[in-house]
């Protein structure tokens, strides 16, 4: 059982996000949504995604299944920063493709790489 319904982890998303500077949000003209079920790349859970489409714009993504199927039963605190966490990440995805750099990514890439060497040997 989740410790945090939809209706509540939806809540709280919009409580963190009230709370973002309004400059580092500028043009995400899509906003941060949650999105009820979970999303999967490779063996990976995405909390959340940073997306740029030309119909839907400059949007961030989070997944409430992956939360859900991730922490469970944890304590509302761990929610609480874990999603704190996960729109701060995607922000930065946003202010970093506002500024043209994706340095971001770049250090998923080489995290990723690193794990998969952990995995191998």
């Known amino acids: 059982m989740a410790t945090l319904d939809l209706e509540t982890f939806t809540k709280l998303a919009g409580a963190i996000a009230d709370e973002l500077p ?12 949650v999105l ?7 063996k990976y859970f995405l909390m959340g995604e940073y997306i740029e489409d030309p119909v839907l714009g400059k949007v961030i993504f989070i997944h409430y299944g992956s939360f859900r199927e991730i922490l469970g039963d944890a304590p509302r605190e761990e929610w609480e920063e874990e999603l704190r966490e996960t729109i701060v990440h995607e922000l930065r995805h946003h ?22 060497e952990d995995d191998e040997g």
């Open 22 to 33: 309004s400059r580092l949000v500028r043009d995400l003209n899509g906003g941060i949504s």
């Open 36 to 42: 009820p079920g979970k999303k999967r790349d490779g």
């Open 95 to 116: 202010v970093e493709s506002l500024a043209g750099v994706d340095d971001l990514s770049v250090e998923e890439e080489a995290e990723l790489a690193a794990e998969e």
